[in-house]
């Protein structure tokens, strides 16, 4: 009966030890085949060559007494303390990649065990003989171990003694020819190297190249007095040197496979609970393009598309305010709004029911759904989009439902992180933290056909992220004021005395915010949601002061979560009795002071050259009569949604159905008709409030 791959493998592999390594046993004294007194250089002669400290090479072993021939290519990175071996054996391959620095060994498929892969630790104990025989171990500091050297395989730069016999040929090939001599204590073998290069023969590299390594010998049976001929040939069909023979992905293990056993390694960097990014997601059969904006601690989260469908081509944003558990749907070519509240079903980022019965949005651990029975395993370093990144990745046994009435199971993700002190710049700001740079995801959907059949199929998507910035988000970015009706806000103008100081703009905006929302709390008015104040223009008045306007705004009728007070009425107490240059009820920090802002309500001439910008932290906001506030609340600290990204598909399946529901709504209402109304121009245009039993329609019969 034939041997398993996995068996037989291994036996080839004991064979080589027992021939380089020798077995002790009883027997008469052993003769061997050759005497290394003799195989020393001569004056003058080359030394045997030492291979590169990086290489790949492929070549096929022909073991004569085992009567097999097996093909196997070896990436060999000494620089980068990692190997691998990849062997073919009856059309099968396996593939074993050890890598000195996480200090395990990864074999897939392991033939032996019939698992799909299996690790071992890299120690100098280690009793994988397939990583000790091919790569060697190097005992280093601190427990540590390190790849042996390039030749270690086949016993080149190791000590063995080597005399030069000049150019012979092989194979056709007119090569330098060294022969060395080892004697064991009952083997002994013959090692002829063929190496050629460019003066010779046209080869691919330069420098010396092997063509052939041929091994004659004899092994005297452990168990008998029997003699065993040895007679091995390795030969070269491909070999590279350098950096760019040993590419960084060769040694990571594919994408969607676990190796169970892993050694955990470093945790997944720390992450801000805001950041702005534009991210490419590309799945089979389509790639989308966003530019998002997520703010964990004011629960916001934004996003722009461009989108082409037979009904609609144009530019489209969403905004999600899980303070009030409403969505704001913004068509920018037909300048029409859709309002509506958020569900867990229509939750373009992953949403939570928490404890106080309302959505909230998610934060990093919640969207890895990172349990006990799941974590990030670190896998490495690799290239991705050309810059060298950390690689974690991670598997969950669980489901995922999809709205489309799909599950995916058998989930596996990888993430890529830059490295710490690379720097990533962007328009928003730049950071040399490690921030996300890519992610991986594969798995298995599982539907069910218009028949009742179960219909299986594998799934994946890519998401690469540019110009990733932890900085947070200006709240103007969620500006909702183009979706709310002209009787749903007031307008509030002041005149803020700088006394000639510079204020940075940004911070002012914040301040500014702040100020007001810690008064609407005072006057027993709270806000519901930071979005309640929005489209802050700040401008440089004739006086050099600075003049603002901004809208104070109810909350759409659409919310689940509903204000017991209205914009006007907010108004009316904040500037009751007030004229044209009398002082507001609060402060707003400017730089080094504070100042009380002015109430302009006819003061409506701005020019159109913006404030000074001070290039200094923002600084704290004063409100009288009380102490200093921060105006807002912060959530508690979380890390970046990754989820909705790492999982393309679901993002597909999400915007598909905003699009169908966009469109039916914008047919529905009779606001436009894809194919015969003009793009409007001017102000955005509200539409009528949609109660929730008005909502269009989107399931699959439409």
């Known amino acids: 009966m034939l041997m398993a791959q996995g068996q037989f493998i291994t036996a080839v592999m004991l064979q080589f030890l027992l021939v380089y390594t020798g077995v002790s046993a009883d027997h008469d004294e052993y003769t061997s085949v050759c005497d290394e007194s003799d195989y020393t250089l001569s004056d003058g002669d080359p030394p045997l060559p030492r291979l590169p400290d990086q290489y790949y090479l492929a070549a096929e072993a ?6 097999l021939s097996i093909f196997v290519t070896e990436y060999l990175d000494e620089i980068g303390n990692r190997g691998r071996l990849d062997s073919t054996f009856r059309g099968q391959k396996t593939s074993s990649i050890s890598n000195y620095n996480l200090r395990e060994t990864f074999v897939f498929p392991n033939r032996r065990t019939g698992e799909d892969c299996t690790v071992s630790l890299l120690t100098t104990n280690t009793t994988n003989p397939l990583t000790r025989f091919v790569f060697g171990i190097v005992p280093g500091d601190n427990n540590t171990v390190h790849i042996g050297p390039p030749s270690y395989f086949f016993l080149i730069d190791n000590g063995t003694s080597a005399r030069y016999l000049g150019i012979n040929e092989t194979r056709a090939v007119p090569s330098y020819h060294w022969q060395s001599c080892t004697v064991n204590e009952n083997s002994s073998w013959i090692i002829d190297y063929y190496f050629t290069d460019a003066s010779l023969w046209m080869t691919s590299e330069p420098g010396l190249v092997p063509v052939t390594i041929e091994l004659f010998g004899e092994r005297l049976y452990p168990t008998s007095e029997d003699i065993i001929e040895l007679e091995h040939h390795y030969t070269f069909v491909d070999f590279r040197s350098g950096p760019e023979s040993v590419p960084d992905d060769v040694f990571m293990v594919p994408t969607g496979l676990i190796c169970s056993g892993r050694i955990t390694g470093p945790p997944i960097p720390a992450l801000p609970s805001f950041f702005t990014t534009g991210i490419e997601i590309v799945t089979s059969d389509k790639a989308w393009n966003f530019q998002e904006f997520y703010d964990f601690d004011h629960q916001l989260f934004r996003y722009d598309v461009f989108v082409s469908v037979p009904e609609y081509t144009g530019s489209f944003s969403g905004i999600q305010d899980f303070n009030i558990e409403t969505q704001y749907y913004i068509n920018h070519l037909y300048e029409t709004c859709y309002v509506s ?15 106080d019965g309302r959505l909230h949005l998610n934060g990093l651990r919640e969207l890895l759904y990172a349990t006990d029975d799941r974590n990030f395993v670190y896998e490495g370093v690799t290239t991705a989009r050309g810059l060298l990144v950390d690689v974690w990745i991670a598997q969950s046994p669980g489901e995922f439902p999809l709205t489309n009435g799909s599950t995916i199971v058998n989930v596996t993700y990888q993430i890529y992180f830059t490295r710490p002190g690379q720097q990533v710049v962007s328009v928003t700001g730049n950071t040399t933290d490690s921030t996300i740079w890519q992610t991986t995801f594969t798995g298995t959907s599982v539907s069910m056909g218009d028949d009742g059949s179960e219909i299986i199929e594998e799934v994946s998507s890519t998401a690469n992220f540019y110009s990733f910035s ?51 709390r005072q006057v027993g008015m709270p806000f519901r949601t930071p979005l309640q104040i929005s489209s802050i223009q700040v401008r440089t008045a004739e006086s050099n002061d600075i003049m603002v306007h901004l809208h104070i705004a109810n909350i759409s009728r659409n919310a689940t979560t509903q204000w017991q007070y209205s914009a006007q009425d907010l108004f009316d107490g904040m500037t009751n009795g ?34 000074q910008v001070e290039p200094t932290s923002s600084s704290s906001i004063q409100v009288e009569p009380t102490s200093s506030s921060s105006g807002l609340s912060a959530g508690a600290t979380a890390g970046i949604s990754i989820a909705t ?35 409007k121009t001017g102000i955005y245009k509200r539409q009528v409030d949609v109660i929730e039993t008005d909502l269009p329609n989107i399931s699959s019969d439409n």
């Not at 022909?62 to 009567?67: D, P, S, V």
């Not at 509240?341 to 404890?355: H, K, M, Q, R, V």
């Not at 709240?475 to 806000?489: G, K, P």
């Not at 100042?595 to 404030?611: K, R, W």
């Open 578 to 611: 007030l004229k044209d240059g009398d002082q507001l009820p609060f402060a707003i920090s400017i730089s080094d002071m504070t100042v009380y802002p002015l109430y302009a309500p006819n003061n409506n001439t701005v020019t159109n050259v913006s404030i």
């Open 470 to 520: 932890p900085s947070e988000p200006l709240l103007d970015v969620y500006d909702i004021s183009t979706c709310l009706a002209q009787s749903e806000f007031v307008r509030l103008s002041m005149l803020i005395p700088t006394g000639g100081r510079l204020a940075n703009v940004t911070s002012l905006k914040q301040n500014i915010r702040a100020a007001i929302t810690e008064y609407a």
């Open 341 to 355: 509240p958020i569900t867990l079903e229509n939750s373009y980022f992953d949403a939570t029911n928490g404890s």
């Open 62 to 67: 022909t073991i004569k007494e085992l009567n």
């Open 645 to 679: 990204f790492i999982i393309g598909i679901i993002i597909g399946t999400v915007l598909g159905l905003l699009l169908c529901l966009c469109c039916q709504t914008f047919n529905k209402t009779g606001s436009f008709s894809v194919s015969s109304q003009k793009p």
